[in-house]
């Protein structure tokens, strides 16, 4: 019996990591209801695919859908992520982390940055990175899950995966379709709109089908193909704070065991990044087209990688930004469809869950009403202007000095939002927080501390503690840290020992 008042049929149009994605989480959300999911995708149009890393918040939904983790990552080749290692952003010869995790824990409420600015103010040298435990199992290579528990705060992080994008689709797919959800080869020749409010209402396949629907999905890449060429959504330019516009990428044989870290390295015109499965490397160079063309862009990443080619190179041409809204009318645009905000924090994936989940919490009766679309839209907005800044922030405060598009980056102007975060932080450590959030203030405070950025003071609470209960706590957390970080096994024994059942 069908839920009271859910809409008959949701057509989605691509499939890739964003159509099966959002095809397997709504069979599990619909699954006791009869609103039926069809994907239309055609094997003769290719997927971008290269989205080879994540952020934790994956790991949310592979358990929401009641995936077996070991499973999923035998599948997809995958590796474990710890967080993502920034090569020469600060300076020529730096390397800092971005975990997934907090440093510290706060001291009679005193967050914990201002403890470690009164240890630096006093001399101490200790890297914030000593003060967090997937940090400091990062550099030596090392992994273990979080306790399940997660009593200690000291011991509670996050994780994610680096794995093979189109794999990780296909096994979505056999999920999906096991669930009930139809799928058909074929490519989309015609959208029908309904007369009177635009609404859509079948499309055309080049089979000769006409597909119907109450709500679609539009998944169907850079080409937007609903909500871009058929809605007219206009989409909103952000490359003049994100410039970077082309990525090569190509896979090479392993010639190490992986690292539970993906990595990004500086370049003359953008960055590298470098991302170890469990089966090869990924690698690619995103840059702009401004300071450094295609083949000078193909010759910086190839002279820079290891091990053998194992692909041709991959070329993809974007422009960053999102569209104006990402609901429009009966259509919900997910994935290149709704925008694109560049890989550098492996944010595409967890911007489709984000869509993913709006969509399911405003999911239509039939009478789709305009307050739901507009609060979701809200709330997609935000999560992407939040993760934007964050981005934005890389390369404003990156000190690779003598290249043009480095220099301009540094000079750039920035959003509001943005440059209120920066200016309190450099005031006082504190840490701004808006509505939405997506990468909190462990995240932040990585960037502030990776890139040396020295507040004119903080919180003189932190100077009332004595100075004796101060140094023991501090080493004491170091002590908790470093302990479990040794317990902890190589990251590739752990990978192997778990994928096996051992």
Known sequence: MRKQGLIGKVVIVGGGTAGWMAAASLAKFLEDSSTSVHVIESSSIGTVGVGEATIPTIVGFNEYLGLDEADMMRRTQATFKLGIRFDDWAQPGSRFLHPFANYGVPLHEIPFQDLWLRSRAAGDQTSMEDYCLPSVMARS??????PPDRTNPLGDFGYAYQFDATLYAEYLRDYATNKGVERTDARVLEINTRAGDGYIESLVLDSGDRIEGDLFVDCSGFRSLLMGECLETAHEDWSHWLPANRAVAVQTESVAPPAPYTRSITREAGWQWHIPLQHRVGNGYVYCNQYQDDEQALATLLSNIEG???????????QTGMREVFWKKNCVALGLAAGFMEPLESTSIALVQTGIHLLETFF??????QCDIDEANRLGRETWERMRDFLILHYKLNQRTGDAFWDDCREMGVPDTLSHKLAVYKSRAHLVE??????????????YAGFDIEPESYDRRADRIPDLEFRKSLEHMKEIINHAANLAPEHSLFLHNFCSGQ
């Open 141 to 146: 290579g090392r992994f273990a899950k979080p």
């Open 434 to 447: 808006y509505g939405v959030e997506p990468f909190k203030e462990g995240s932040w405070l990585s960037m």
């Open 308 to 318: 053998k080619v194992l692909s041709e190179p991959n070329l993809l041409s974007f």
């Open 364 to 369: 239509p009766s039939r009478g789709f009403r």
